[in-house]
């Protein structure tokens, strides 16, 4: 994948330099340009920002400038440009699958009060991190690209895989232990020292949609209970009363068992 990153404080990106990222620059995974668009503008002071037209407060980075630099790129495939801005979509896990199945990504960070208007026009997509106000996209663009290049084949090695990751599936991640199994008293759950695989993969499931249900029931995405996640849920539902209640209209999402299935098909 190539990134390329427009910004006037480049010397802010050295984090890409370090760890997980930094390695999938020398494996060749990813390459990173980046570029000052201060180098493409006219004026004899450099300036990339001027005062809004109609008053009010901070200055507005200018049209020219980000327009030259996009257009001096050096593109190899057709690239997906992307606004940082505090006004677009929300960054989210889904919207870093959509980034890491691109070839080539483009972003543009803003700085002072914003962008002059026409400056949206060359964007494919606006990205927010969250509703919060930065001094300037930098930040913004390196959480987008951070967490969209750690999706890309060979970036993790096998341990580190992401496809167990909170929000890969619709739910957050089960709880993890390592070593020592005993520590200040509290200990690690009997059954993850078992080395019985079919029981560790179903207290895992478990854990994860109660951990989901507790603490980020808006992100549960029942559609995407498998089969064998129901009984696991009805025994969740006795536990807990928050997880009954917030559980009991899922369980229409429960596919028939097979021979209920096939009756259905004979009856049709
Ligand atoms: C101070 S902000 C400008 C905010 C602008 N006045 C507004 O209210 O929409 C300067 C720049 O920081 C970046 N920025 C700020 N907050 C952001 C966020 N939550 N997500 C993504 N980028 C953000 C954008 O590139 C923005 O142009």
């Known amino acids: 994948m190539r990134i390329h990153i427009l910004s006037i404080f480049p010397e802010m990106f050295s984090p890409l330099n370090e760890s997980i990222i930094k390695k999938a620059r020398e494996k060749g995974l990813i390459e990173i340009d980046l570029v000052n668009f201060r180098d493409y503008t006219a004026s004899k002071h450099k300036n990339v920002d001027d ?42 896990q889904e919207t870093a ?5 691109e070839e080539e990504l483009v972003f543009i960070c803003g700085h002072y009060e914003g962008f002059d208007e026409r400056i949206r026009t060359l964007a494919d997509m606006e990205i927010s991190i969250g509703d919060y106000v930065l001094t300037g996209g930098e930040l913004a663009a390196m959480v987008v690209i951070d967490s969209t290049v750690r999706l890309l084949p060979g970036v993790l090695g096998e341990a580190e895989s992401s496809e167990d990751d909170s929000f890969a599936a619709g739910f957050l991640e089960y709880p993890q232990y390592t070593r020592p199994p005993e ?18 993969a179903a207290w895992s499931r478990q854990a994860a949609l109660r951990r989901t249900l507790l603490k980020r029931p808006e992100i549960f995405r029942p559609e995407r209970l498998a089969a064998a996640d129901f009984p696991l849920l009805r025994e969740l539902m006795a536990e807990d009363e928050r997880i009954r209640q917030l559980s009991v209209r899922w369980l229409s999402f429960e596919p028939l068992p097979r021979s209920k299935r096939s009756r259905r098909l004979e009856l049709e």
């Open 51 to 92: 005062y809004p037209y109609g008053g009010g407060a901070g200055m507005v980075l200018k049209p020219e400038p980000i327009f030259a630099a996009v257009r001096n790129l050096s593109l190899k495939a057709q690239p997906k440009i992307v606004l940082m801005s505090p006004q677009g979509a929300v960054f989210s």
């Open 183 to 200: 520590f200040e008293g509290m200990e690690v759950p009997a059954v993850l020292l078992s080395g019985d695989h079919a029981r560790v």
């Open 97 to 101: 699958q959509e980034l890491a199945r």
